[in-house]
């Protein structure tokens, strides 16, 4: 008698395919999807710049009980375990902290995004009339594609400071009734010379200055009448003078809301997703963590990161090290640098940050095994840097078996992915500044279309998943 054999046992597939995020969620996940991207418009509708992105998110902190670290380094007072607070930096960096149950020494766990976009900024001395209308000239700020922002409805944001402290904030052009600004374009009848150039070439950066006006005052004996329009204006909206300038910081962006994208709304439209869209759903992850982590679970929104991460707000300074230094203070009775380096060293942390997806308008640039594919997920980037990793940290094959775990058990939808093909490009994050100390670091973000140009594309699951994923990992132990 012949015997049929046994069905083995069922194992884990032994192949992993790519498929469509909506295909793989519950309805409930769906409809917290759509709540999660509904505060997220909300969000970067007034976030322009990193100074609002900041000023945003403390409103939103102390909303939910996040108090003032400061508040407590003034008087030494410590924190116990549970304890939400929130240190600040110059108004532009921001640290949000849930105090966990492990010794700091031990670790935190870190969720790092940056509230910089590329823009425009206006020179120290932007104001000039020629042929009668007044310009503002700029400088541009991060990799931008110049002839991106010619002739599209621009808005003004920023502060001046003046002489005796008082800031002033500046936003023009974002409400329907405001004027807005823009930056002029050869027409094509006269742009034979501009065709034979490079796109890189077609505009040069000192081609990029704002028109402002053309109305003259009707003061007589003023020389350039259309700039002290200009001035008048400014100063009877904001009390400030041309001298003002000098101590401002003011940044042209895109006039334009936030929308959602696509027949079927699946995506969203917006300007600064890089970095916003990760800043802020780890931002979500801490107001909605839940009791008492087991790790310190901190979330840094930082500074200066399109142009290397450089200066006081930057993570190549010390301004992490000594918030986690006052930290320390607060959760210890006796602080030790020791201390302080193995709570560095003993931390994991994602670098927040978006990734490119790939587009089937563009597929020789990139490598479609190893590309983000759109709402396939939270894209997971083991190594960044440019050709051979330069500038990568490069995660550990450990600490991405722990990333696995802690999204697959958290029901995350993800995806790995590379910055396109190895010789082609290539980009870096605060990773490398992070991993300096020691700790597990590995980039996680969402994948955008368009990275970098005044309106950039980004799918609603991936949002989702962003936040579920940050969520996760925050409030995960380490078995």
Same mark, same amino acid.
């Given at each position: 008698m012949i015997k049929t054999a046994k069905k083995p046992a069922k194992t884990a597939s032994l192949a992993s395919s790519a498929k469509n995020g909506y295909e793989r969620i519950s309805p409930a996940d769906l409809k917290h999807c759509e709540e999660v991207n509904k505060s997220y418009l909300a969000y970067i509708a007034k976030s322009k710049t990193e100074r609002e992105a900041h000023d945003e998110a403390v409103l939103l902190l102390e909303a939910a009980g996040f108090q003032d670290m400061r508040q407590y380094e003034k008087t030494g007072q410590k924190l116990s375990p549970g304890a939400k607070v929130y240190r600040s930096s110059e108004g532009?960096?921001?640290?949000?902290?849930?105090?966990?149950?492990?010794?700091?020494?031990?670790?935190?766990?870190?969720?790092?995004?940056?509230?910089?976009?590329?823009?425009?900024?206006?020179?120290?001395n932007p104001l000039y009339e020629n042929t009668g209308m007044a310009l503002l000239d700029t400088h541009y700020y991060g990799g931008i594609k110049k002839y991106q922002w010619l002739t599209i409805p621009l808005a003004l944001h920023g502060v001046f400071?003046?002489?005796?402290?008082?800031?002033?904030?500046?936003?023009?052009?974002?409400?329907?009734?405001?004027?807005?600004?823009?930056?002029?374009?050869?027409?094509?009848?006269?742009?034979?010379?501009?065709?034979?150039?490079?796109?890189?070439?077609? =505009?040069?950066?000192?081609?990029?200055?704002?028109?402002?006006?053309? =109305?003259?005052?009707?003061?007589?004996d003023k020389k350039e009448k259309v700039k002290h329009n200009i001035l008048a204006l400014l100063h009877k909206k904001y009390g400030v003078t041309e001298?003002?300038?000098?101590?401002?910081?003011?940044?042209?962006?895109?006039?334009?809301?936030?929308?959602?994208?696509?027949?079927?709304?699946?995506? =969203?439209?917006?300007?600064?997703?890089?970095?916003?869209?990760c800043a802020y759903t780890g931002l979500k992850a801490i107001l909605d963590l839940k009791g008492v982590p087991e790790y310190t679970s901190c979330v840094l929104l930082c500074d200066k990161e399109e142009i290397g991460s450089v200066g006081a707000t930057g993570m190549a300074s010390n301004l992490f090290e000594n918030a986690s230094a006052e930290l320390l203070n607060l959760t210890t009775p006796?602080?030790?640098e020791l201390a302080l380096k193995r709570a560095l060293h003993n931390s994991w942390m994602i670098s927040?940050?978006?990734?490119?997806?790939?587009?089937?308008?563009?597929?020789?640039?990139?490598?479609?095994?190893?590309?983000?594919?759109l709402n396939h997920g939270v894209c997971v980037t083991k190594y960044g840097g440019s050709r051979g990793k330069s500038g990568s940290s490069d995660a550990s094959a450990e600490f991405m078996a722990h990333i696995r775990r802690i999204f697959d058990r958290g029901g995350v939808v993800w995806q790995t992915g590379e910055l396109g093909k190895v010789d082609q490009g290539g980009g870096g994050t605060i990773a490398q500044?992070?991993?300096?100390?020691?700790?597990?670091?590995?980039?996680?973000?969402?994948?955008?279309?368009?990275?970098?140009?005044?309106?950039?594309?980004?799918?609603?699951?991936?949002?989702?998943?962003?936040y579920k994923g940050y969520l996760a990992f925050l409030k995960d132990g380490r078995k």
């Open positions: 532009k960096t921001l640290m949000a902290i849930v105090v966990g149950k492990r010794p700091l020494e031990q670790g935190m766990h870190i969720v790092g995004g940056h509230t910089d976009a590329p823009r425009i900024d206006l020179k120290p400071v003046k002489a005796d402290g008082k800031k002033v904030n500046v936003n023009i052009g974002e409400d329907p009734a405001d004027p807005v600004l823009c930056i002029t374009d050869l027409l094509p009848h006269l742009a034979a010379d501009q065709y034979k150039k490079s796109l890189g070439e077609a =505009i040069p950066g000192e081609g990029l200055d704002v028109v402002a006006g053309s =109305i003259p005052t009707a003061e007589k001298a003002d300038f000098q101590s401002a910081e003011l940044e042209i962006v895109p006039a334009a809301a936030p929308r959602e994208a696509g027949l079927d709304r699946s995506m =969203i439209l917006a300007y600064g997703h890089d970095d916003r869209v006796a602080y030790s927040a940050d978006v990734n490119a997806l790939f587009d089937p308008m563009y597929p020789s640039v990139s490598e479609k095994r190893n590309s983000a594919l500044f992070m991993a300096r100390y020691g700790m597990q670091v590995v980039d996680c973000g969402v994948g955008l279309f368009s990275m970098h140009a005044p309106m950039e594309l980004a799918g609603k699951l991936d949002i989702y998943m962003a």
